[in-house]
């Protein structure tokens, strides 16, 4: 089974600087069918589901902020927000979707 | 507009039995497969079962097999999550979500197994 190791497991920045939470495949995601890597990011706020921002690694969903954006390739991915607002105050999971069993980092809460 | 509407959560004893509803709309169901992932109390997300489109394939994670039966009714647009033999680490909120990668999310239903 692949096991998704996210660091750090918490992150304080402050507003208007740069946020930036790593996540690590014990395998690789990337499909040598298609040259696509199989891992998505995930917002939670409290009280709420989780929110998919990115999939394909670095392809934002939908009506995300363009300071959000996902890179990395094969083990190694990385979420970054370029300049933190209040409302991204979360914990951040990332997701590998390569195949069964799926599984989730432990989570990255990010604080002011 | 996705929505995702899970039912049938609830207090439960340990060794008892519990059926998971999600009532889907907003999509083409039976174009997705669909998936239930669970969240304990202050915990992280835990993947638990999805289904295929036609619901020819299913799979779970390890801890759930031989007790839960995940299925679909693609008339209804809904799919299930039958849990047996449930025990106090099954206590979570159970969340409904679309497609293999999870793209959109219910808003869950708590489940509590306790004596």
């Known amino acids: 089974d692949v096991v998704m190791t996210q660091s750090p497991d918490s992150l304080a920045v402050s507003l208007g600087e740069r946020a930036t939470i790593n996540c690590k495949s014990s395998?690789?995601?990337?499909?040598?069918?298609?040259?696509?890597?199989?891992l998505a990011w995930f917002q939670q706020k409290p009280g709420q589901p989780p929110k998919m921002l990115i999939l394909?690694?670095?392809s934002r969903q939908s009506g995300v902020p363009d300071r959000f954006s996902g890179s990395g390739s094969g083990t190694d991915f990385t979420l970054t927000i370029s300049s933190l607002q209040a409302e991204d105050v979360a914990v951040y999971y990332c997701q590998q979707y390569y195949g069964v069993p799926v599984a989730f980092g432990q989570g990255t809460r990010l604080e002011v | 507009e996705v929505h995702l509407v899970e039912s049938g959560g609830g207090l439960v004893q340990p060794g008892g039995s519990l059926t998971l509803s999600c009532a889907a709309s907003?999509?083409?169901?039976?174009?997705?497969?669909m998936t239930w992932v669970r969240q304990a109390p202050g915990k992280g997300l835990e993947w638990v079962a999805n289904?295929?489109?036609?619901?020819?394939?299913?799979y779970y994670v390890d801890s759930v097999k031989g007790r839960f039966t995940i299925s679909r009714d693609n008339a209804k647009n809904s799919v299930h999550l039958q849990m047996n033999n449930l025990r106090a680490e099954d206590s979570a909120i159970y969340y409904c979500?679309?497609?293999?990668?999870?793209?959109?999310w219910g808003r869950g239903t708590l489940v509590t197994v306790s004596s």
């Open positions: 289904i295929k489109q036609d619901g020819s394939a299913k």
């Open positions: 907003g999509f083409i169901f039976n174009d997705y497969y």
């Open positions: 979500a679309r497609n293999f990668e999870t793209d959109y």
């Open positions: 395998q690789s995601l990337l499909s040598r069918s298609n040259n696509k890597n199989y």
């Open positions: 394909w690694a670095s």
